[in-house]
T-cell receptor, first 109, second 115 residues
Framework: TQLLEQSPQFLSIQEGENLTVYCNSSSVFSSLQWYRQEPGEGPVLLVTVVTGGEVKKLKRLTFQFGDARKDSSLHITAAQPGDTGLYLCAGAGWGKLIFGQGTTLQVKP | NAGVTQTPKFRVLKTGQSMTLLCAQD?????MYWYRQDPGMGLRLIHYSVGEGTTAKGEVPDGYNVSRLKKQNFLLGLESAAPSQTSVYFC??????????????FGPGTRLTVL
């Protein structure tokens, strides 16, 4: 069974701080996706990383796929209250997505 | 373009009652999925469909049934609801499977409480 472990599960920081969320697995994935979910809504795709070692930037968000394609990280620079939400990583395998437990981020003004 | 819609948005059931959740997508996607989301457990796949008339079991299929009679609709049924099925249910669709780069588009969710 493929599993994705996200850490930390909860994060509460002040506006302007930096943070990193980790997504780890013992399995190899063909690609890994990061979703963001706001209260009362469904998840929305932020990015897909495909190649081992790949780094993608989305404004203040930096996503990295591990060289062995088993882990990924999301780094947010100078967090803002608008970044508050649930961040989910999802690994693609066997035609389906396997989701991590999620990281709840709260950014206080 | 409405994307993915779910009906109803909220529902309260008594133990043993049955109900059907409806998911509709207008993006002509082949693949559709039903997930449940519980605190601290992320999204868990219940059933999915790779095309009209086909369905397959996901990670947590017990107690649920599905049907995909039309390409744009995916129904999730609970035959005899149990309190353990209290959850938020999300439907998603994608052009192809959850492969290397396919995006899954999610509906707004259905919050179900079983008393």
């Amino acid at each position: 069974t493929q599993l994705l472990e996200q850490s930390p599960q909860f994060l509460s920081i002040q506006e302007g701080e930096n943070l990193t969320v980790y997504c780890n697995s013992s399995s190899v994935f063909s690609s890994l996706q990061w979703y963001r979910q706001e209260p009362g809504e469904g998840p929305v795709l932020l990015v897909t990383v495909v190649t081992g070692g790949e780094v993608k930037k989305l404004k203040r968000l930096t996503f990295q796929f591990g060289d062995a394609r088993k882990d990924s990280s999301l780094h947010i620079t100078a967090a803002q209250p608008g970044d508050t939400g649930l961040y989910l990583c999802a690994g693609a395998g066997w035609g389906k997505l396997i989701f991590g437990q999620g990281t709840t981020l709260q950014v206080k003004p | 373009n409405a994307g993915v819609t779910q009906t109803p948005k909220f529902r309260v059931l008594k133990t043993g009652q049955s109900m059907t959740l409806l998911c509709a997508q207008d993006m002509n996607h082949e693949y559709m999925y039903w997930y449940r989301q519980d605190p601290g457990m992320g999204l868990r796949l219940i059933h999915y469909s790779v095309g009209e008339g086909t369905t397959a079991k996901g990670e947590v299929p017990d107690g649920y049934n599905v049907s995909r009679l039309k390409k744009q609709n995916f129904l999730l049924g609970l035959e005899s609801a149990a309190p353990s099925q209290t959850s938020v249910y999300f439907c998603a669709s994608s052009y192809t499977s959850g492969g290397r780069t396919d995006t899954q588009y999610f509906g707004p969710g259905t919050r179900l409480t079983v008393l």
